[in-house]
């Protein structure tokens, strides 16, 4: 079955402790991206991936990091996560030429 | 900034009749249009798209509406079902640039009651 899976669902931590989000697609998609939905701002791009080796930011990336060291993976870390990215995550992929995402079924994180 | 607006937060209407989604976009360089659904502990999944060449899309029960001069896109649904029920986010991208390229709006519940 083609998609996108996220790793974990939910997830409780500490302020400053470091984590990382797993994402992974096996649809052989060559953009990938994160995005965080928070209520009343809708779904907004972290970071995203045109392929292997290649980032860039997106509109809000300040306090995460990614890496595309292989085509299906794309995880997101918080060297040292704070009250405020507490939201809900969502990795998406998409074939070049293709404009609509597949997107994973969510991260709910809570940074106490 | 958002570039992609969605002003109703939720909007409720009974079975059987039609569902009004509205967007509207603030960048004319916008030229690709997608309505994205989102069940409640799930991803949102595609449902429907429109190139700003055209300014109309349908797919069964679903159209979706461009007009470019206004800059603004709805999303109907005819006839509304229980199961239609979901927040609806409308998305917008450039493709000419494949980075950054798509923004969402803060999306509509909509609540289709029997």
């Known amino acids: 079955e083609a998609q996108v899976t996220q790793n974990p669902r939910y997830l409780i931590t500490v302020t400053g402790k470091k984590l990382t989000v797993t994402c992974s697609q096996n649809?052989?998609?060559?953009?990938m991206s994160w995005y965080r939905q928070d209520p009343g701002l809708g779904l907004r791009q972290i970071y995203y991936s045109m392929n292997v080796e290649v980032t860039d930011k997106g509109d809000v990336p300040e306090g995460y990091k990614v890496s595309r060291k292989e085509k299906r993976n794309f995880p997101l870390i918080l060297e040292s996560p704070s009250p405020n990215q507490t939201s809900l995550y969502f990795c998406?992929?998409?074939?070049?030429?293709?404009?609509?995402?597949?997107f994973g079924s969510g991260t709910r994180l809570t940074v106490v | 900034d958002q570039q992609v607006k969605q002003n109703s937060p939720s909007l409720s209407v009974q079975e059987g009749r039609i569902s009004i989604l509205n967007c509207d976009y603030t960048?004319?360089?916008?030229?690709?249009f997608l309505w994205y659904k989102k069940y409640p502990a799930e991803g949102p999944t595609f449902l429907i798209s429109?190139?700003?060449?055209?300014d109309k899309n349908e797919d069964g029960r679903f159209t979706v509406f461009l007009n470019k001069s206004a800059k603004h896109l709805s999303l109907h649904i005819v006839p509304s079902q229980p199961g239609d029920s979901a927040v609806y986010f409308c998305?917008?991208?450039?493709?000419?640039?494949?980075?950054?390229?798509?923004?969402f709006g803060a999306g509509t519940r909509l609540t289709v009651k029997p």
């Open positions: 960048n004319s360089m916008f030229d690709y």
């Open positions: 649809m052989n998609h060559e953009y």
């Open positions: 998406a992929s998409r074939a070049s030429g293709n404009y609509g995402y597949t």
């Open positions: 429109i190139s700003s060449i055209k």
């Open positions: 998305a917008a991208s450039v493709r000419l640039y494949n980075n950054n390229d798509m923004r």
